[in-house]
């Protein structure tokens, strides 16, 4: 299992393809080549201290480690984004939700992202005035 470490890697994903899955989002690019599937962890501040972002990103790599070679695809990029539930979540269910999430990627089933709105498009304010 290759990673993903630098950064123009990880804006890249975050740009494509996206899936919620349980306790984590996950993000794919395609890199249309034949190279084996690249997996990439963000864990944010916010969900806890060095030590529990640590504990998550151990289980995210041992489930990925588990999933990956039944469910991605070569060429692939992927980033999971943990979110706190990963870490009271059985193994088993996040090996799962991973699976589960890389087939949604794949399935094309996902909704286009929405088009900025326009202030010309957008409907008028209770007062006449168009919205900012």
Known sequence: MDRLVKRKDFLAAASALRANS????????????EAPARIGL????KHGNAVVRNRIRR??????????????????????VARRAALGTPFTALIHDIERGIARLHSG???PPKPARDAAQSPPRADGEPLP
């Open 59 to 80: 289980r995210l790599r041992a489930a990925a480690r588990d999933a990956l070679p039944r469910a991605a695809k070569d060429g692939f990029d992927y980033v999971i």
């Open 22 to 33: 349980g306790p984590l989002l996950l993000q794919g690019r395609d890199r249309a080549d």
């Open 109 to 111: 089933s996902r909704r």
């Open 42 to 45: 963000t864990i944010t501040k």
